[in-house]
């Protein structure tokens, strides 16, 4: 390579815009980590900050979480367009709650379906008092069937 010649170019960059740049992409991966069940709900919750808010009117799918006013996360459960009216909180055949890991006796909430039924050992508040899950799969209220008060 006699007579060739090597030109370097130095280019100044800001080390913040960087920075910032790579936490908003590690940020989306870990997300979309979530979304795909690769991340538990402990560790999720731990990070709800870098999920987006829910808003009206989006239309969602399948999975996706959001973050709610209450700063609780949700899954989508129904593919839908949001209304002010179907929040996270209410619309239990649209949402399920993802679970706080500091709250182990979360207030039972009646399933509407195979999404958000309760696993066996699962653990409930209801009524004051607090049960847990006997069978796989459990749709019924805590008392009824399918549950042993603890």
């Excluded at 996706?64 to 929040?87: E, P």
């Amino acid at each position: 390579m006699a007579g060739a010649e090597i030109t370097v170019m130095l280019e100044e960059t800001d080390a913040g815009v960087e920075i910032a740049k790579a936490a908003d992409a590690t940020g989306i991966v870990f997300v979309t980590m979530a979304e795909a069940g690769s991340v538990d709900a402990t560790t999720a919750a731990e990070h709800a900050d870098l999920f987006a808010p829910w808003a009206v009117p989006v239309a969602y799918t399948v999975g996706q979480i959001r973050r709610y006013t209450d700063g609780k996360l949700y899954k989508c459960v129904q593919a839908h367009t949001s209304q002010a009216d179907w929040t996270p909180d209410t619309a239990a055949s649209l949402w399920t709650p993802v679970s706080d890991p500091a709250e182990e006796w979360p207030e039972w909430s009646q399933p509407v379906g195979a999404h958000d039924a309760y696993s066996k050992d699962a653990k409930v508040s209801h009524n004051g008092k607090h049960w847990t899950s006997t069978v796989d799969s459990n749709v019924w209220e805590p008392g009824v069937y399918g549950w042993t008060e603890v």
